[in-house]
């Protein structure tokens, strides 16, 4: 594995696509040998020098083993679509190895025990992150600044959390903590480690940064970090947290089980108005983390699997959406879903693919996404059996769960409907189906979504997750037919809401006859019944609050640097004999200290 | 040989030599002042390749008469070589920066005179072992830095100029103050000899009465907290090159090293001067950072976050003072002052290159409010690259050095159970990411505005400094790790942990 992590930077100077790619399928296959390797857990020790071997644990356990393996599965796909997306005008400057760059990080990261060497992996990503970004309008040099403040913000938390951790434990290896949550040290430590992963898997509060990002990021971008490489990360850690490093007790089950609600639902009701087909996607980003949180949350084997499995299952078709996204965006030039329309007939292959997304995402079986959120309520209601508070309020959880579900799916049909269905727009005429080369990636992703749908409880979940977990056993058939009907719930409900938008949609096209808009430019107006919901009350009072970035902490952060900012300037008036003063009333204060 | 008196004779040769050749000769100034820096640094390297090292010289060869120092004494150990190479080395690289750089002005000579000036007052401050030759050196030091910054005679920068001259005259009056009174209460003004002198008898409460000047006199040479105000003046107004040797180097010199020296090897550590030197860090570490976020002008901004990153360093020094005067766990308290002399060391050089930086933008475009800048990036590369890993080494983010120095701090005051401490110091790097940020993009990202079409990179001489120093930013990291961590930075916490030994170096030989 050294020499892994070692050849990448090394040729992270081939700025040539082919020279990645081809050296990206050199790293799967070394991937694929890591997951096959036998020993389930296995601490590489390096004799570097002396005692700097400390810092060279490498650990392959089952966890790392399946996100290495996905790492360097996206790593590959992801860079045979940048082949054509990349060199095909988008000047990005030293694309390949960035993206290089980034894998070897992401890989140091999730095989690394030493703590220390941990950050340092983790908080060079952020960095990637950063300059990945590099357009030259106003909003993307934002968006990649409040990225990056966001994560960097987090890793320093992260450190802190590291210097409490050494506190209860005297050491850094992230085997053979197992810290119980008692005291105000390991409680701090908890949650500045949460904090470091929520932040890179983009949960609430620290998720903000996730939508303005893919709204300003080119797709393969933000196919490759928010939605695979930061959610495996982010959410690997999470798991490491939960069952190597700490203890969860019932209180920290709570906490994340309310964390990964609240994600659920405030994303999706903001994916929902969105009209930027992007910045849409990246609001489900951080909708379905809730889910993976709501799984690790529940502390169960059965839980964990859950959780995981979303994980892999999110990272494929959340790639595979932007993927698509990028594909459309590069052949229309528009990212508004309003200004298309009908691209389904010129572009049949990304269409079809788009759609199984969709359809994965939004838990309609046999896709994969129904399989793991499948497993995440029989988790939820297996939890309820609990006796702590919070099993108590399973209800509320299965709730949001599915209320997220049935929000997502009507979310997308409008996605779809927007960009691929309704009359073809005549200056789309011209358009084709992408290069093979772009669509073959999503092509694959796709046919992996079906796999995984189908043969998921067979063959995906004793292959991959069982070793990580520890056997589990699947509730009842009562309550698997009642997770039945609760899906199924949730697919109507998604309907319901969404044909309740095109019974408005009568209504407002009627408005616009005689208007001074055009009637042939809304061709399938699927967005407009989106806007009445903002107009409710209640809740369109919360998406006011939101629009205003009230539930921003990057916000209330720089609010609240700058007011002490500007405070401070005040009292520097610059008149030199206000300088003086304070300078011998300080040295009068030091001397009666002193003294 | 004993090469340690070319610390201050080459510089300070050049100085008197380059004014009266200068004038003729257009080229003698940059490549003479160029040329002792090279050596100088070199030497030090050198001096560095011995491992752990004392060495003394005895001016004239006066040396000791009955047990009492009665000459000029020059000493350099682990930690002065440190300094000399942040001054050498640093000096090097704004000495051919400054090559460019100094075309827009008129009398060159002048300003390498002066640049000389200054590097031999600094030097000097490393290298005496008695406080009234630091003194001396400081004011050499002081008054050159006093015309450098006004070197552009416009009326803001002689503003600047007075201020920082009237404050800084305070602080050397005080300091004077507490050399005399040191005199008068010890009739000596070695180092070695006054610290054996407070080792061996208690000389009372007039002891803290010094320790008081000096605090604030060398305090305000370092732009702490409260004693800062004039800094973002002066470090603004200055010519760039200037701007990174003052920010850098000159109030680590005269400032950081002395107050390192004297509450480390003479003074006896006491807990109430610990304390206020953690609590001086910690304001300076918190106010500086919230001043800077809301600046405009890249090189206030600049100057601001020095106050900040001073604040680290004392931070970190200081917790490392508290545990000593505690008396427990003395390798943590090595291990918290380790982090603060990495983090001098890191700071001198991403400092500098960040202020180098500036400097070249300024040079292009004249300008130095951000919101009228904007989009260099796309014509400035090798600017904005090394603009960048400054940034990134300033905000800690792996793998630049300021990361490793600040996650020593941070760890080192939480493995010491100061939990406030530490919180603010992952709060202050926060808020330093964010200004750094802020600063990156409305200088070089953002649409290239209409004017800034046609311009071009800086000069060869500005941007080769300008990228080394980048290099040196990523490399200087490698410095912590073990074995290489033994040969450099060790050695100088040594010097520092082990109180007394200084004395007894320098007494004994």
């Known amino acids: 594995m050294g020499c892994l992590l070692g050849l990448v930077p090394d040729k992270a100077r081939g700025l040539k696509g082919w020279i990645s790619f081809i050296f990206l399928c050199v790293v799967f296959y070394f991937s694929l040998i890591v997951f096959k390797m036998e020993n389930s857990s296995l601490t590489l020790t390096y004799p570097v020098i002396g005692s700097l071997s400390k810092f060279f644990h490498f650990r392959i356990d089952p966890l790392s083993k399946l996100v290495v393996l996905f790492i360097g599965f996206f790593g590959m796909i992801i860079s045979l679509y940048s082949l054509r997306f990349v060199d095909g005008g988008l000047d990005y400057k030293g694309y390949y190895s960035k993206f290089l760059w980034t894998l070897a990080a992401s890989f140091g990261a999730v095989l690394s025990d030493n703590l220390i060497t941990f950050t340092l992996f983790w908080g060079f990503l952020g960095l990637t992150l950063y300059r990945f970004l590099r357009g030259s309008d106003e909003r993307s040099v934002a968006a990649a600044k409040k990225s990056f403040i966001l994560i960097g913000a987090s890793d320093s938390i992260l450190i802190m959390g590291l210097g409490l951790l050494w506190l209860k434990t005297g050491h850094y290896m992230i085997s053979g903590m197992k810290v119980t949550l008692s005291g105000e040290v390991s409680i701090i430590a908890f949650l500045s480690l949460l904090i470091a992963s929520l932040a890179k898997a983009g949960a609430f509060p620290v998720h903000s940064w996730v939508p303005d990002y893919t709204q300003a990021a080119p797709g393969s971008v933000s196919a490759f970090l928010p939605a695979s490489l930061d959610k495996l990360l982010g959410i690997y850690f999470l798991a490491r947290i939960c069952t190597d490093i700490f203890i969860l007790t019932p209180w920290a089950k709570l906490l994340l089980l309310t964390i990964g609600s609240v994600t659920i639902i405030t994303a999706v009701m903001m994916a929902l108005v969105q009209h930027n087909y992007k910045k849409l996607l990246g609001y489900h980003a951080v909708s379905q983390v809730g889910y993976m949180v709501t799984g690790l949350g529940l502390g169960s084997p059965i839980g964990m699997a859950g959780g995981l499995f979303h994980m892999i299952n999110h990272a494929l078709y959340k790639s595979g959406l932007f993927l698509t996204a990028g594909a459309v965006e590069k052949k229309t030039g528009q990212v508004n879903i309003e200004n298309l329309g009908g691209l389904s007939t010129v572009m049949p292959f990304t269409f079809l693919s788009a759609l199984i997304f969709a359809l994965s995402i939004s838990g309609v079986p046999p896709f994969n996404g129904f399989v793991s959120k499948w497993i995440i309520y029989q988790g939820i209601i297996d939890f309820g059996k609990g006796f702590s508070l919070a099993s108590h309020l399973w209800v509320i959880w299965l709730g949001s769960a599915v209320i997220g579900s049935a929000l997502t799916l009507a979310s997308f049909i409008k996605l779809i409907g927007g960009i691929y269905l309704g009359a073809k727009r005549s200056k789309f005429k011209n358009i084709k189906e992408t290069h093979f080369l772009m669509s073959v990636p999503y092509i694959i992703i796709a046919l992996l979504c079906v796999g995984f749908g189908i043969a998921g409880t067979s063959v995906i979940l004793p292959e991959l997750i069982t070793p990580v977990t520890g056997p589990f056993r699947f509730i009842g058939l009562w309550e698997s037919q009642t997770v039945g009907i609760l899906i199924l719930l949730g697919i109507l409900l998604g309907v319901i809401i969404y044909l309740m938008g095109n019974i408005k949609k009568i209504k407002t096209a009627n408005n616009f006859i005689g208007g001074e808009y055009p009637a042939e430019d809304i061709q399938y107006p699927s967005v407009e019944f989106y806007k009445t919901l903002t107009d409710i009350k209640p809740i369109g009072w919360i998406y006011q609050k939101a629009r205003e970035k009230y539930f921003d902490v990057y916000d209330w952060g720089k609010k609240i640097v700058l007011w002490a900012s500007h405070i401070l300037s005040g009292l520097h008036t610059g008149v030199l004999t206000l300088y003086v003063v304070w300078t011998i009333i300080s040295l009068g204060l030091i001397i009666l200290l002193l003294l | ?509």
């Open chain 2, 1 to 509: 040989m004993n090469y340690i008196p070319l610390y201050v004779i080459l510089p300070l040769l050049a100085g008197v030599i380059i004014p009266i050749v200068g004038r003729k000769v257009k080229f003698i100034p940059a490549l003479l002042t160029n040329l002792v820096l090279l050596f100088l640094t070199i030497l030090t390297v050198l001096f560095i390749l011995k491992g752990d090292f004392f060495m003394v010289y005895k001016v004239g060869g006066w040396g000791i008469i009955k047990g009492i120092p009665v000459g000029i004494f020059l000493v350099v150990d682990a930690l002065s070589r440190l300094v000399l190479l942040i001054v050498n080395l640093i000096g090097l690289c704004a000495g051919l920066y400054s090559i460019s750089y100094i075309k827009k002005f008129t009398g060159e000579e002048k300003y390498f005179a002066l640049f000389s000036l200054m590097i031999a007052g600094m030097n000097g401050v490393v290298i005496s072992g008695d406080l009234f030759n630091i003194f001396v050196f400081l004011e050499i030091a002081a008054i050159a830095s006093y015309a450098l910054v006004a070197f552009g005679i416009r009326k803001e920068e002689l503003e600047a100029s007075f201020k920082y001259q009237v404050l800084g005259g305070i602080s050397s009056m005080m300091i004077l103050l507490g050399i005399g009174i040191t005199y008068w209460a010890f009739s000596t003004l070695n180092i070695a000899d006054v610290s054996s002198l407070l080792r061996s008898r208690n000389p009372g409460r007039i002891v803290f009465f010094i320790q008081a000047l000096f605090l604030m006199g060398f305090g305000l040479k370092a732009a702490l907290v409260p004693f800062h105000s004039w800094l973002p003046d002066a470090h603004s107004s200055a010519p760039s090159p200037i701007s990174a040797m003052l920010s850098g180097v000159l109030i680590k010199a005269i400032g950081m090293y002395v107050i390192l020296r004297l509450f480390f090897n003479m003074f006896p550590v006491s807990y109430k001067t610990s304390l206020i030197i953690t609590l001086i860090g910690a304001l300076s570490m918190i106010i500086g950072v919230f001043l800077a976020i809301g600046q405009w002008d890249i090189k206030r901004l600049l100057a601001y976050h020095s106050i900040s990153q001073m604040g680290y360093v004392v931070t970190g020094i200081g917790a490392g003072l508290l545990l000593i005067s505690k008396g427990q766990d003395l390798s943590l308290a090595a291990f918290a002052i380790l982090g603060g002399i990495f983090h001098l060391y890191n700071h001198a050089i991403f400092k500098g290159l960040l202020f180098l930086t500036a400097g070249s933008v300024e040079h292009r475009t004249g300008l130095r409010d951000m919101r009228q800048i904007g989009g260099l990036g796309q014509k400035m590369h090798l600017t904005t690259t090394s603009s960048l890993a400054a940034s990134m080494a300033i905000a800690g983010i792996p793998p630049f050095n300021g990361f490793f120095s600040k996650l020593i701090i941070i760890i080192a005051l939480l493995k010491a159970h100061y939990y406030m401490l530490s919180f603010f110091a992952v709060l202050v790097s926060v808020i330093t990411l964010s200004s750094f940020l802020k600063l990156q993009r409305y200088t070089f990202f953002e649409k290239l505005k209409q004017d800034w079409q046609q311009i071009k990179e800086s000069p060869f001489w500005m941007t080769s400094s300008m990228l080394f120093m980048a290099m040196l930013c990523l490399v200087t990291s490698a410095l912590i790790i073990p074995g290489i961590r033994e040969r450099f930075l060790s050695p100088a916490v040594k010097a520092l942990m082990e109180l007394g030994r200084y004395s007894l170096n320098v007494l004994g030989q």
